[in-house]
């Protein structure tokens, strides 16, 4: 079965501490895996999308890497702005979209 | 370019009242999907369209159904409202299988 796994279910840094956040899967053959960023009454923005183990894709505090497994979004020096939900998906056999249940980021100034 | 754009953004609806969500894309999407979202979890798919005239049941179809008889539009029927469907409802589109979904801005939903 098809399965997206996100940790941790909440997170709290302070401005400028950096950290990761993991996503693991299990799906057969790999389609895609997304990364999107949800703001409290918003729908899911979409960050990144990695194809294949050893991918990396950057957008300025954020980078997003894949392996065999699972996939880290690294944010680097988080900024307040930075605070959201995360949320990690593969694409399924339907080609829809599979989601783990997301990762809230909080940055203290 | 608006993107995916969904009516209403809030509802209260009555046990056993019927509702249609709307969404319209001006991306020229052949994919369409509807996604519902609850406390804690993890969007579930609800319906999908992989074009006008096609569509197909997801993960949690029941209580729900959909029309696809155009590529811009694909509503989400509510026969029967139930509490169990208060929830915060999603549609999407991609371009292609693979690619990356757009989504609206919700519609959130309560029934009681």
């Known amino acids: ?109 | 370019n608006a993107g995916v754009t969904q009516t209403p953004k809030f509802r209260i609806l009555k046990i056993g009242q019927s509702m249609t969500l709307q969404c319209t894309q001006d991306m020229n999407h052949n994919y369409m999907y509807w996604y519902r979202q609850d406390p804690g979890m993890g969007l579930k798919l609800i319906y999908y369209s992989v074009g006008a005239g096609i569509t197909d049941k997801g993960e949690v179809p029941n209580g729900y159904n959909v029309s696809r008889s155009t590529t811009e539009d694909f509503p989400l029927r509510l026969e029967l409202a139930a509490p169990s469907q208060t929830s915060v409802y999603f549609c999407a589109s991609t371009e292609a299988f693979n690619t990356e979904a757009f989504f609206g801005q919700g519609t959130r939903l309560t029934v009681v």
Request: charged share 25%; proline share 6%.
């Open chain 1, 1 to 109: 079965e098809d399965q997206v796994t996100q940790s941790p279910e909440a997170l709290r840094l302070q401005e400028g501490e950096s950290s990761s956040l993991n996503c693991s899967y299990t799906v057969s053959g790999l389609r895609g895996l997304f990364w999107y960023r949800q703001d409290p009454g918003k729908g899911p923005e979409f960050l990144f999308t990695l194809y294949s183990a050893g991918e990396e894709k950057e957008k300025e505090r954020l980078k997003a890497t894949l392996t065999k497994k699972e996939s880290f979004l690294h944010i680097t020096a988080p900024k307040p702005e930075d605070s959201a939900t995360y949320l990690c998906a593969v694409r399924g056999s339907q080609g829809n979209l599979i989601f783990g249940k997301g990762t809230k980021l909080s940055v203290k100034p």
